[in-house]
């Protein structure tokens, strides 16, 4: 059973350093340093010592021993007992008589997802294909829209019908795409909506958008948004 769940988590690559816990120990004898690391993973626990594995123990099994291993020409064991209140388990090494402390986990700044940028430069390249299909007209603009209903029959099915469910969403992509005005006026509709969006300068010129309460600026948005989705629909067929 160990041996499956252990192939089963190199396929599906739950053995890397992600999913578990990686102790690292920093050995520093008379005759050179050297570096001690438990890797606990879904696929088994494996001791390393300078890249190279001493000790390994299969998946979901609980080792009483610790493991025997030479660091150089130093003798090592390396005890895991269960930490209850911890909810993990706990890693001793001992080197020649002397516990070996593990070392500090290194801290690594985890940088937020560029959402804003990424969204604008979405709604930049889909109104670009808007407009583009706008003043070219057939058979791009057949190819655009039928793309974009394509896209929006899809999102409709699979998420969007569950909170519209007269679908208004695709009804409201058919009148916005019928003629080339309101294409035209989507476009440049969405390039606005993302300059504001990115801009705090020009934000600040809008006054609900500049508003320090935060209904305000969401109502804000909110008119903007009916607004944006409202007037094309005039020009539509």
Do not use: C
């Not at 390393?48 to 150089?72: H, K, L, M, N």
Request: proline fraction near 6%.
């Amino acid at each position: 059973m160990s041996a499956i769940l252990a192939r089963v988590a190199r396929l599906l690559d739950l053995d890397r350093a992600v999913p578990g816990e990686r102790t690292k120990w920093t050995v520093r004898l008379p005759h050179g340093v050297h570096l001690v690391e438990l890797e606990q993973f879904v696929s088994g626990t494996r001791v390393v010592v300078d890249g190279e594995t001493v000790g390994r123990s299969p998946a979901w099994s609980f080792r009483s021993a610790p493991f025997r291993f030479p660091v150089g020409t130093a003798a090592a064991t390396l005890a895991l007992q269960p930490d209850a209140a911890a909810g993990t388990v706990r890693a001793t090494l001992v080197v020649d008589g002397a516990r070996i402390r593990p070392d500090a986990p290194v801290s690594q700044t985890v940088r937020p997802f560029p959402w804003g940028r990424v969204l604008s430069r979405a709604a930049y390249a889909l109104a670009a294909v808007l407009i583009a299909a706008a003043v070219t007209g057939d058979p791009f603009r057949t190819w655009a829209v039928d793309s974009l209903r394509l896209v929006v029959d899809v999102a409709w099915v699979a998420a969007v019908r569950g909170i519209d469910p007269f679908a208004v969403i695709p009804r409201w992509t058919d009148a916005v795409t019928s003629s080339r005005a309101a294409l035209l006026l989507l476009g440049l509709e969405l390039v606005a909506v993302a300059r504001v969006a990115r801009d705090v300068r020009l934000r600040a010129r809008i006054p609900l958008l500049r508003s320090g309460a935060r209904r305000w600026r969401v109502l804000g948005w909110a008119l903007i948004a009916l607004a944006a989705g409202f007037l094309p629909t005039l020009l539509g067929d």
